[in-house]
């Protein structure tokens, strides 16, 4: 399920059968626990110290990128416009505070 010109030809595929494992772990766990964690760790790094918060933002971002990758071009244009966007201002925020700049620096 391919969109041609989306990278590798089924490379999405590929990581869609590579992430089945991961996905049905996740699965198993209750969704408000994976919100959950996912909260604390973007709090962490909008306002914990510099080195824990970039490795919070690295960890959100990455599970987010994943995400994103795995659905892809689904839902219509402005979900696929929303997805990427908050992709790159979570990628921002990362280079920010990766920099030295926000609270707790």
């Not at 599970?63 to 997805?83: D, E, H, N």
């Amino acid at each position: 399920m391919s969109t041609p010109g989306a990278g590798a030809p089924g490379a999405r595929d590929r990581l869609a059968r590579t992430s089945v494992p991961l996905l049905a772990m996740i699965d198993r766990i209750p969704r408000f626990v994976v919100t959950l964690v996912l909260a604390v760790l973007l709090l962490l790094g909008l306002f914990g110290p510099r080195w824990i918060a970039t490795v919070c933002l690295a960890v959100v971002t990455l599970v987010l990128g994943w995400l994103v990758a795995l659905v892809g071009t689904s839902g219509g244009t402005g979900r696929v416009i929303l997805r990427i966007s908050s992709l790159v201002i979570l990628v921002a925020l990362l280079i920010a505070r990766a920099a030295g700049a926000g609270v707790g620096v």
